[in-house]
């Protein structure tokens, strides 16, 4: 087995087990009545007015920690158990994304950085697997092919890279508010803190191992470059 394909199954490994601990995670704290008696709709709207936003809509959407915030029509998007749900996970998922809704708003540097790479990297995304593949493949015979496919995937590990600040900025703008604005009290707070611990994590695994995909890469280029 090739050192790409062994690292791959590792993380692999790893991005199950951080998924099914957030899972987890977020199931046992979406049982515990949050303190306040707010909904995360109810949560997410007054951390919007609490920070002078009021162009942003808070919206419900299917799926399962489907949570996030969409800067191009300015909605913070919560899963129905999000939603609805008057619990401590429910408050934490939806002061998060509210974070990313200030952070637009203050117009926070990383999450501009991360906006602007987008269009980018969908357009790479789209043909990265197959110029990789036809890379390795040909890498005897036409290695700059290759060399295309590292630099197609250098863009989405940097942005893989980008979102670490920008997760982590959010959570602390999200729990700095759930403490300062009352909705949370102490005892709540580190459990919500622990939930956004791993979600985080999530993003962290998948930087990670972009990165080391990306030097497995490097490494094969070089090495066909020292065999010429």
Wanted: aromatic share 10%; hydrophobic share 50%.
């Amino acid at each position: 087995m090739s050192s790409i394909a062994l690292f791959s199954f590792l993380f692999l490994g790893i991005s199950l087990w951080v998924s099914y601990r957030l899972r987890s995670k977020f199931a046992a704290y979406n049982q515990m009545p949050l303190s306040s008696g707010m909904s995360g709709r109810e949560v997410a709207q007054k951390m919007l007015r609490d920070n002078g936003i009021y162009d942003v809509r808070v919206e419900s959407v299917e799926g399962v920690l489907s949570d996030h915030y969409n800067p191009m029509d300015k909605t913070v998007n919560l899963s129905a158990d999000v939603y609805n749900n008057r619990t401590i996970a429910a408050a934490a998922v939806a002061a998060h994304e509210c974070g990313h809704a200030v952070q637009h708003a203050t117009a926070y540097r990383w999450l501009m950085f991360r906006s602007r790479m987008v269009p980018v990297v969908q357009v790479s995304s789209m043909f990265i697997q197959w110029v990789l593949l036809a890379g390795v493949l040909l890498i005897n015979v036409f290695p700059q092919l290759l060399l295309i496919g590292i630099l197609l995937f250098t863009l989405t590990t940097v942005f893989a890279l980008v979102t670490l600040p920008v997760e982590f900025d959010a959570s602390r703008r999200a729990l700095a508010w759930l403490g300062n604005a009352r909705v949370a009290d102490a005892q709540e707070q580190p459990q919500a803190k622990d939930a956004l611990h791993w979600a985080a994590m999530t993003y962290v695994v998948s930087a990670i191992a972009s990165l080391v995909t990306l030097l497995q890469y490097v490494l094969m280029f070089l090495g066909s470059r020292d065999r010429d």
